[in-house]
């Protein structure tokens, strides 16, 4: 079984520039997470999915970061226009419909440098 | 503001030592207790989790909780060099859509 997949592993932008990055989530998982982990810091929630619907959009930054999750599958996060302190890296985790003790599994992260 | 702490380290254990590793959350109300480890470049995968006061083994790995103390931590016995990564402690609070929170993680070096 395929397990999360994000694309790119890694971005080179210039500040002002716009960079989408894509989640697929493991094939019947309802959940699914954006986190970001800037260096040294800890992984920071940004928003959650449940099929379609933005469940908690608490952690996203400000609105120059859209996420979409069209038709429940795959999920996309945009950041337009990127700022410097957008570098870091993004982590998709899914997890199917469960309780609180659900484990969510993780991608390999976008490492998103703007310079 | 839920918060999840760790001792970023790094944290050095010789080969076959006990590496020791804590976590220490604010929330009263947390519920399920995980234990991620990743390797440079790689996703965190999950090596434990815990959700009831006390210890709980497998393998070398031993979680132990402690919710009066809102405490966690993970021993790993017999440390290998294999055993070098970070260590994310991830807390998941009751209520809610169970979203997991997670600490800065602690840098584990093992040396032969």
């Known amino acids: 079984e395929a397990g999360v997949t994000q694309f790119p592993s890694h971005s080179v932008i210039e500040k002002g520039q716009t960079v989408t990055l894509r989640c697929d989530p493991i094939s019947g998982h309802d959940n699914l997470y954006w986190y970001r982990r800037v260096m040294g810091k800890e992984i920071k929630f940004l928003l959650h999915f449940v099929k379609e619907s933005k469940q908690d959009e608490s952690g996203m930054p400000n609105n120059r970061f859209l996420a979409e999750r069209t038709g429940g599958t795959y999920s996309t996060l945009k950041v337009q226009p990127a700022e410097l302190e957008d570098s870091g890296v993004y982590f998709c985790?899914?997890?199917?419909?469960?309780?609180?003790?659900?484990?969510?599994?993780f991608g390999q992260g976008t490492r998103l440098t703007v310079v | 503001q839920k918060e999840v702490e760790q001792n970023s380290g790094p944290l050095s254990v010789p080969e076959g030592a006990i590496a020791s590793l804590n976590c220490t959350y604010s929330d009263r109300v947390s519920q399920s207790f995980f234990w991620y480890r990743q390797y440079s470049g790689k996703s965190p995968e999950l090596i434990m989790s815990?959700?009831?006061?006390g210890d709980k083994e497998d393998g070398r790995f031993t979680a132990q909780l402690n919710k009066a103390s809102q405490y966690v931590s993970l021993l790993i016995r017999d440390s290998q060099p294999s055993d070098s990564a970070t260590y994310l402690c991830a807390v998941i609070t009751l209520g809610g859509s169970y979203i997991p929170t997670f600490g800065r993680g602690t840098s584990l070096i093992v040396h032969p």
């Open positions: 815990i959700y009831s006061n």
């Open positions: 985790a899914s997890s199917p419909v469960g309780t609180v003790n659900t484990e969510a599994f």
